[in-house]
């Protein structure tokens, strides 16, 4: 598991947002809807540069409970040349918080919609994170067992963060390691290609 890639070492902070108390909420319909009305108006900026927009994350699967964040998954062809994206997306109202240009070229961006907070992870096309990305959500939509699991590891994690006040770094924290075996579970049984060519940038 390449957990590095959560980690403040990797991270070209841009700018910051708000780091209220940690909120986990039943699984909604709305979630897909929101997905899907962002990503309408993400393809319609961005066009071809647009190779792939995928509803990743824990709001993509029907029954897990989650934070009311929407995350999408878009792969373009090169994230370390921002001009073909960053400005489209800046154009919707997203704000680039930051670049991982030492793990597989990550960029992150976000906007507040009215009904959820909406998360953009920029990957090269094929990037074995991107792949890792849809391996797990197949895992859990397959798995009731894990989707309670990690529910529970969820809703811990954000009574610890909350009491203590130590917002979405505790809460991941917290959940890290329900989280890693899971994946590594899930990667196991389906294993990712390497990347060839995504490590910086």
Request: charged fraction near 30%; charge should be negative; aromatic fraction near 8%.
């Amino acid at each position: 598991m390449e957990t590095v890639g959560y980690t403040p070492k990797t991270l070209e902070i841009v700018a910051r947002r708000s780091d209220p108390d940690v909120e986990i909420s039943p699984y909604q319909e709305s979630w897909p809807k929101t997905f899907t009305r962002v990503a309408d108006r993400m393809n319609l900026v961005l066009g071809s540069d647009a190779l792939r927009l995928e509803h990743v994350g824990s709001t993509s699967v029907p029954g897990l409970a989650a934070k009311p964040i929407i995350d999408i998954l878009l792969e373009v062809s090169n994230p370390a040349d921002e001009d073909p994206y960053l400005p489209a997306l800046e154009s919707l109202g997203f704000i680039l918080l930051f670049r991982q240009p030492k793990w597989h070229g990550h960029r992150f961006l976000f906007v507040e919609e009215e009904d959820a907070e909406v998360n953009v992870h920029v990957h090269r096309q094929g990037c074995k994170i991107a792949v890792d990305f849809l391996t797990f959500r197949a895992f859990l939509l397959d798995n009731e067992w894990a989707r309670d699991e990690y529910t529970e590891a969820k809703r811990k994690a954000a009574d610890t963060s909350n009491e203590e006040k130590g917002g979405r770094l505790l809460y991941q924290s917290e959940k890290a390691e329900v989280l890693d075996r899971l994946k590594a579970r899930a990667l196991r049984e389906k294993p990712s290609p390497p990347c060839t060519d995504c490590r910086v940038g």
